[in-house]
């Protein structure tokens, strides 16, 4: 099992371009997540997925839009680049869903490097 | 929303040395998990711990959830343990991290 991927690693944009970020995970999970990462600070949730088909806002969603293509994939897609969106994007997925006592237990990608110009 | 602190923000330790990490939550939680977020970035599921008390060899950890509070025990500290260790509360359906606390262990 590869877990959760994602691409690409790293990025360089100019501000006003667009890009789409991928994630896809193997594990069958029910939900998905897209978090950024600040130089300093925990982790952010910009938009979430409980289930396919569905998708809501998180704490900062402001600039970015999402896909959830199908239960393996998650797109998070910035359609006009700003320097305030440089920042390491994380996709996460759960189960969100079963029996046991851990289907709340998240887990993370490698995460993608994105610089704004 | 939901406030997480975590103490101390800063750790630096000898190889050898045990220490504790805390994070204090502000409101009822649904889950916690702690983080290792190694110096490439990768962030590691160390422990999904919404209460009681978990052990994973030199790490162990225990959540009073009726107080609002976990702790991050590591013992015997390696220089690979250096990193950002984050505790993360589920919050109705969103995961938030606290800040974290960064330690370096020197050898």
């Known amino acids: 099992n590869a877990g959760v991927t994602q691409t690409p690693k790293f990025q360089v944009l100019k501000t006003g371009q667009s890009m789409t970020l991928q994630c896809a995970q193997d594990?069958?999970?029910?939900?998905m997540y897209w978090y950024r990462q600040d130089p300093g600070m925990g982790l952010r949730l910009i938009y979430y997925?409980?289930?396919?088909?569905?998708?809501d806002k998180g704490e900062v969603p402001n600039g970015y839009n999402v896909s959830r293509l199908n239960k393996r994939e998650f797109s998070l897609r910035l359609e006009s680049a700003a320097p305030s969106q440089t920042s390491v994007y994380f996709c996460?997925?759960?189960?969100?869903?079963?029996?046991?006592?851990?289907?709340?237990?998240?887990?993370f990608g490698p995460g993608t490097r994105l610089t704004v110009l | 929303g939901i406030q997480v602190e975590q103490s101390p923000p800063d750790l630096i330790l000898q190889e050898g040395a045990n220490s504790t990490l805390r994070c204090n939550f502000s409101?009822?939680?649904?889950?916690l998990q702690w983080f290792h977020q190694n110096p490439w970035g990768q962030l590691i599921n160390l422990f999904y711990?919404?209460?009681g008390t978990k052990q994973n060899g030199r790490l162990s950890a225990t959540t009073v959830a009726t107080e609002r509070y976990s702790l991050l025990y590591i013992s015997s500290s390696q220089t690979t343990d250096s990193g950002v260790y984050f505790c993360?509360?589920?919050?109705?359906?969103?995961?938030?991290f606290g800040a974290g606390t960064i330690l370096r262990v020197k050898s």
């Open positions: 996460a997925s759960s189960e969100a869903r079963g029996s046991r006592s851990s289907y709340n237990e998240q887990f």
């Open positions: 594990m069958n999970h029910n939900s």
């Open positions: 997925s409980a289930s396919e088909g569905t998708t």
């Open positions: 409101d009822s939680v649904n889950n």
């Open positions: 711990i919404p209460s």
């Open positions: 993360a509360v589920l919050y109705g359906n969103k995961l938030v």
